[in-house]
């Protein structure tokens, strides 16, 4: 009959305190995002995948400038893209090529005919 | 800029002995140099990373 009353006890008590720790657990998780922890970590991952160019950057890699047609930008873009796939380094190459992507979606915002 | 990034942009190892650096350098230069079609900026990366693994190389060697 003890064994019995003391059994019921260990089993009530556990799930107490079980139905307590996903309680608190909850609570930390509402705590974490209101606190802004949370918040930072994923704007800071954002910021990371989304690391883009400035247009300043875009236009100082392939050396132009504001006035710089189109067709001369493209034409700098194919020499250093050639050069480099060549010669000179991947990365150089893959910088040259972000630049032009930066530039084109700048170009294709202003609206100045179709970029090729 | 970081040394691996200097790497990249030679196209060496990070463990480059100079000879490789100065022959990266080169070739690279030449492919982008300023008088060429290249860009000023690109150019002085290409220095600057030149610089950055020299260095960080001759004070490793250095005798002293």
């Known amino acids: 009959m003890a064994g019995k009353i003391i059994a019921n006890l260990i089993v009530m008590g556990s799930a107490i305190l079980g139905k307590a720790f996903i309680q608190a657990y909850r609570q930390a998780l509402a705590n974490a995002s209101k606190s802004g922890v949370a918040q930072e970590t994923i704007q800071n991952t954002i910021r990371r995948g989304s690391k883009v160019m400035t247009e300043q950057e875009a236009r100082q890699i392939l050396g132009v400038t504001e006035e710089t047609s189109w067709e001369e930008i493209m034409k700098k873009y194919d020499t250093l893209f050639e050069r480099n796939s060549k010669n000179g380094s991947f990365y150089i190459q893959s910088k040259v090529h972000r630049a032009k992507e930066c530039l084109e979606a700048v170009h294709q915002g202003k609206g100045e005919g179709t970029p090729t | ?64």
């Open chain 2, 1 to 64: 800029m970081t040394r691996r990034e200097a790497a990249l942009i030679l196209g060496v190892r990070e463990s480059a002995v100079i000879d490789k650096i100065k022959e990266a350098h080169r070739r690279v230069m030449v492919a982008n140099h300023p008088d060429a079609g290249g860009s000023h900026y690109l150019a002085s990366k290409i220095n600057e990373a030149k610089e950055l693994m020299m260095g960080k190389t001759k004070v490793g060697a250095s005798i002293f």
